[in-house]
């Protein structure tokens, strides 16, 4: 079947920190790879996506390479701030497919 | 655009009363889906509409649970009768789908927070 794990939360980090946050994958078709973010209080935003392998999606300094070898989707982000604090989400939809498969999520904290 | 809109925002009621959550598309968006989240079991997908017709709705916990979808526009996630485990946020996305690029992407409404004491 087609599943997503992320790397387990909550995730603290001081601002300008160097972010890293693991998505691995398993798809029986070829999937288009998601990072979505949901700040407090809020419905789900997509932050970026890469459509094939070797795609690097970026937005607002994040950025996240779709490796087919190792099945991977890692979010980076050089510095992160204060206002980053989220919940980040990394998802996949195979091709021809409606459903998006999330991961569980991990929570991002950054204290100033 | 006013994106996907939701209502009530917040919801408390009694086990056992009726509860409808309401969901408006992304005009022009032929796809609708209904999520609920919680601590416990995360995001999960309940139900999916295209072109206002159920495609999918294996997500859905039990009978108790109910969607439809009358036209393009209006959507109804109705739970009778509800119970304490039904607690959590209630999420609609819609997206256009049959196009390529950014703009076919599933957008979330800022959902529905749901709570039955």
């Known amino acids: 079947g087609n599943s997503v794990t992320q790397m387990e939360g909550p995730v603290t980090l001081s601002e300008e920190a160097f972010l890293t946050i693991n998505c691995t994958y398993t798809a029986t078709g070829y999937p288009s790879l998601f990072w979505y973010v949901q700040y407090p209080g809020e419905g789900l935003q997509l932050l970026l996506k890469?459509?094939?392998?070797?795609d690097k999606g970026s937005n607002k300094g994040f950025e996240a390479t779709y490796r087919k070898e190792t099945t991977s989707f890692h979010l980076e982000k050089g510095s992160v701030q204060v206002s980053d604090s989220a919940v980040y989400f990394c998802a996949l939809r195979v091709q021809g497919a409606q459903k998006l498969v999330f991961g569980q999520g991990t929570r991002l904290t950054i204290n100033p | 655009d006013a994106g996907v809109i939701q209502s009530p925002r917040h919801e408390v009621t009694e086990m056992g009363q009726e509860v409808t959550l309401r969901c408006k598309p992304i005009?022009?968006?032929?796809?609708l889906f209904w999520y609920r989240q919680t601590m416990m079991r995360g995001l999960e997908l309940l139900i999916y509409?295209?072109?206002?017709?159920?495609?999918?709705d294996s997500g859905m916990p039990e009978d108790r649970f109910s969607a439809k979808m009358p036209n393009a526009s209006f959507s109804t996630l109705k739970i009778q009768p509800s119970e304490p485990r039904d607690s959590a946020v209630y999420f609609c996305?819609?997206?256009?789908?049959?196009?390529?690029?950014?703009?076919?992407?599933?957008?979330f409404g800022p959902g529905t927070r749901l709570t039955v004491t």
């Open positions: 005009s022009g968006h032929n796809s």
């Open positions: 996305a819609s997206r256009r789908t049959g196009t390529s690029g950014r703009g076919n992407e599933q957008y």
């Open positions: 509409f295209n072109n206002n017709v159920p495609i999918d």
């Open positions: 890469a459509t094939k392998a070797d």
